[in-house]
Every structure is written in structure tokens, then in C-alpha cells.
């Protein structure tokens, strides 16, 4: 498993919030908080108004070209990923990729979700075969999508605070900062006896959610969060004898 974090400073953040992030320091705390989940690297990206941060496990690739946060870079746009997971049908989306000219250079899943997310992004997630959870920023569109996989295998969870977007793989890394009050959820520990785990979207604190699996959210400066559902299983797939009617 990996780590993975970030921080984006909204355009409405209030003047407060802004002189209490240090976006550098915070990202460096969050990412300590995670190394447990990722020991071989850790990683950030710094720009103006966002911080994303990142606690590897090298699985697919162990070399330092798959380390993150991974970065494209076109024609002066940046295109950022932080990813956890692994995708199985890397092989055949790596041959796609070729088929239509595009030559990775490592032997990652992630540099193969960060070219598949690069040239379709509408489709992504329904080519990908696989358990993982992600944040990919285009610094072009300047739009933040976030996004997990259909069994909710990889965990992701996230907040709107002041203007101020945060979100990580557990809710240890937003315990590290010292201007976001988190408060416990009376119905969240409810949901938690019962289920061992609060069922998506939540989780033991009050205003912060769990990012449902095989939903993903596009968020733009004005930070509205609108999950939608990429995926639902079919029922008559689930049916591969006629003995189980």
C-alpha cells in the first residue's frame, strides 16, 4: 500500500486560514504521518495554491522513475499524480499507449495511469482493472479529480475547511494540522459499532467524508463537491450458470 495527501488553498479561503498554512511544512507533516503505509519514498509537489504529497511502496517498478508525486509536463501545463494501488491490466493499457504513440519510459502502473489520465480522462477509470485511490492535478484546467476504485479497496477520505481542500488516505494525516479542528461524530461512531467501520460517506468526524468506492469528484477553485458514481455492478453478470437461477 501507499500514502497519498494533498492540500489545495481555494480562491475563497478567508485571509486567516491562508496566514496559518504552510503549505511545505504541512504537506512534510502529513507525509510522515502516512510513511508507514509507504517506506521506499516519500515526495511532494509545491506550486502556489496546492501541495500534494506522497508515501510509496514500490510494487510494479521499484526503481526512483516511479516515485511520486509523478509529474507530466506539456507545453507548460503540469499534470501531477499521487496514487495508491495497483492496476492489473497495466500490460494492456501500456500497449494502447504505444498503439497511439506514447512511449513510457518506466515499467510503473503509475506512469500508465498518469498517460492514460493525460489523454482521455473521461475514460480512465472505466479502462482501468484494479484497486487504487488517487488525486490527479492539471495546473492547465486547474481542476483537482479524485477518484477510487470499484470495491472501495483503497481508502480515501477528505474535508472543506475555510476554503481550504484536504484530503488523504487516513484521517491520521489531517490530525496533523494544527489549523483544521476535527470533532467527533456522534453518528459516525454510531455507524461505527455497528459496522466496525462507518459506511462511505462517513467517517468518525463532522465534516469529514469518505469518498465512496467507484465514485470520483472533479473539483475546481470554488471547491463544490460533487461525487458521482462511475461504476455499479450488473446483476445479470453475476449469474454464469443456470444452475444459480
Not at 499507449?97 to 482521455?120: F, H, M
Request: hydrophobic content about 40%; glycine content about 6%.
Amino acid at each position: 500500500m501507499c500514502g497519498i495527501c494533498g492540500i489545495w488553498i481555494g480562491r475563497h479561503a478567508s485571509t486567516g486560514i491562508r496566514a496559518r498554512i504552510d503549505l511545505q511544512r504541512d504537506i512534510k507533516r502529513m507525509n510522515q504521518s502516512l510513511a508507514h503505509r509507504g517506506p521506499d519514498a516519500q515526495g511532494a509537489f509545491v506550486a502556489e495554491n496546492i501541495a500534494l504529497g506522497s508515501s510509496r511502496l514500490a510494487i510494479q517498478d521499484p526503481s526512483a522513475q516511479a516515485n511520486q508525486p509523478f509529474i507530466l509536463q506539456q507545453n507548460g501545463n503540469n499534470q501531477v499524480l499521487v496514487y495508491n494501488g495497483e492496476i492489473y491490466n497495466t500490460p494492456e493499457l501500456r500497449a494502447e499507449l504505444v498503439k497511439n504513440g506514447i512511449n513510457p519510459g518506466g515499467n510503473s502502473d503509475t506512469e500508465v495511469l498518469a498517460y492514460l489520465l493525460q489523454q482521455r480522462p473521461d475514460a480512465a477509470l472505466q479502462a482501468l482493472r484494479g484497486m487504487y485511490a488517487f488525486a490527479h492535478w492539471d495546473s492547465r484546467s486547474q481542476a483537482l479529480t479524485l477518484a477510487r476504485d470499484p470495491m472501495g479497496e483503497k481508502p480515501l477520505v477528505y474535508t472543506v475547511y475555510n476554503g481550504v481542500f484536504v484530503f488523504a488516505s487516513e484521517l491520521r494525516a489531517l490530525r496533523v494540522l494544527p489549523w483544521l479542528p476535527m470533532h467527533i461524530d456522534p453518528v459516525g461512531i454510531h455507524l461505527a459499532l455497528h459496522f466496525v467501520m462507518p459506511p462511505a460517506p462517513y467517517t468518525a468526524y463532522k465534516n469529514i467524508q469518505r469518498l465512496p468506492p467507484a465514485h470520483s469528484v472533479i473539483i475546481r477553485h470554488d471547491l463544490a463537491i460533487h461525487p458521482r458514481s462511475y461504476w455499479q455492478p450488473q446483476p445479470g453478470s453475476l449469474l454464469t450458470d443456470p444452475r444459480d437461477c
